[in-house]
């Protein structure tokens, strides 16, 4: 499946892109974010990092779709 996937906050720093289109198997929100964390070596646990799919949250179980845009959203500070 081809998924276009964007990067933020200290993601996009590692990555040094904003956004990319990958080529995957069919897998799960979980799935992907383990694999493309290790892949590109993204030094965060998946644990903590959010998945958004077209712009809804999605739990690790979930699957993901074909030609979807996925959002990869790692923990924030703010104040």
């Known amino acids: ?7 933020f906050a200290v993601l996009r720093e590692r990555r040094g ?5 990958v ?7 979980g799935g992907f974010t383990a ?6 070596s993204l030094g965060l ?4 990092v959010r998945l958004a799919m077209d712009g809804t949250f999605l ?3 979930e699957p993901l ?5 996925v959002v990869l ?3 924030v500070a703010g104040g």
């Open 17 to 21: 892109l904003a956004e990319e289109t």
């Open 23 to 29: 080529e995957v198997e069919p897998t799960t929100a």
């Open 65 to 69: 779709r074909d030609g979807a845009e």
């Open 59 to 61: 739990a690790d179980d």
């Open 1 to 7: 499946m081809t998924l276009k996937v964007k990067y």
């Open 35 to 40: 694999w493309i964390l290790r892949e590109h």
């Open 45 to 48: 646990p998946p644990a903590l």
């Open 73 to 75: 959203i790692p923990p």
